[in-house]
């Protein structure tokens, strides 16, 4: 079902960001009801159970490989996202659902940084220049036009580093790691860690409260969040960004806020200034540029090679 080609790994990793844009309105919503990390805990342990059923009945009589490897890499892997969706979610209780899918796509130049200090991959100079234009384009969104740098903000922009760290982390440990069972223990992971957040910062007795627990808000959100921008988004991207570059998937990911904003513009009837505009016009430029190969050195690299 999921083809092995680049171009189709493109395509299915494009379908993750529009999953994934389009929820910001309604976790939103569900926030009105249930405290961020309850929320998530009860997101992702749902996705989890969701993918255990059928996936126990796959493997019962299949031998598992790797195990250690599994749970160590899947751990990480959740640690990130849980770092992500945590401030993410949080943000978007104290900012717009606009304004926080942009500041998330900044991670699609977070992530050639990141490669340098994991990696030491020096990036090349139409990174530094994606990376001054999106930041430049931020500026433009949120210091302008009435609608300053606020709080959830700046809990959005801590989220968009552990996005990108995933990122690459996902690149590298899906290589040669089962990918629906390195799915299902991240977003274990995220479940357990939400959880104990919960429990430890929040009154998440709410969420055993039927008052809160059953809003039509609550259970679209949680539906719709578990099923498909959980379970089936993060399969789809363990599954198939081995066939493409870390760099590649930050650029497609960063198509997400186009989609949140035109969501936000439709449900919410949230508009944005000329300023902001501009600003998002620069953050959508620095993407394109951050995947400009470089012309003298194209030919002579590797056919599975690619430059952050």
């Given amino acids: 079902m999921i083809g092995k080609s680049q171009w189709t790994a ?8 529009f999953i ?3 929820t910001f309105v309604i976790v939103q919503n ?58 993410q979610t949080i943000g978007l209780v104290y900012t717009t659902s606009s304004k926080a899918a942009f500041i998330t ?13 994991l990696f030491k991959q020096k990036p090349r100079l139409m990174i530094w220049i994606a990376c001054l234009l999106s930041v430049t384009g931020l500026y433009m969104m949120t210091m302008t036009g009435g609608s300053s740098f606020n709080y959830g903000d700046g809990l959005v922009l801590i989220c968009a580093f552990g996005f990108a760290f995933h990122i690459i982390i996902t690149g590298k440990f899906s290589v040669k790691l089962d990918a629906i069972l390195l799915t299902i223990v991240q977003i274990v992971t995220v479940g357990i860690l939400s959880l104990l957040t919960a429990f430890i910062l929040e009154d998440w007795q709410k969420a055993f409260q039927p ?15 578990a099923l498909l921008a959980t379970a089936l988004a993060f399969f789809i991207q363990t599954k198939v960004q081995k066939y493409t570059s870390a760099a590649r998937v930050a650029i497609i990911f960063a198509f997400e806020p ?7 513009y ?43």
Avoid at 273 to 294: K, N, Q, R
Wanted: aromatic share 14%; proline share 5%.
């Fill in 20 to 22: 994934w844009g389009t």
């Fill in 105 to 117: 796509g900044l991670s699609v130049v977070l992530v050639p940084l990141a490669s340098l200090v």
């Fill in 30 to 87: 569900a926030l009105s009801f249930l405290p961020p990390f309850t929320f998530n805990a009860l997101r992702f342990l749902l996705a989890g159970v969701i993918m255990v059923i059928p996936v126990y009945f796959l493997f019962k009589n299949r031998p598992v490989e790797n195990k250690k490897s599994i749970l160590l890499s899947g751990f990480i892997m959740g640690l990130f996202l849980y770092f992500g969706y945590g401030f």
């Fill in 211 to 225: 008052a809160y627990l059953f809003q039509f808000d609550v259970v679209l959100a949680l539906f719709v969040t």
């Fill in 258 to 264: 186009i989609f949140a904003a035109l969501t936000s």
């Fill in 10 to 17: 493109d395509i299915w990793l494009l379908f993750v960001a």
């Fill in 266 to 308: 439709v449900v919410l009837k949230e508009s944005l200034s000329v300023s902001a505009a501009i600003g998002c016009l620069l953050i959508f430029l620095s993407m394109i540029l951050s995947e400009l190969p470089t012309p003298k050195k194209k030919a002579n690299l590797p056919a599975h090679t690619s430059q952050v």
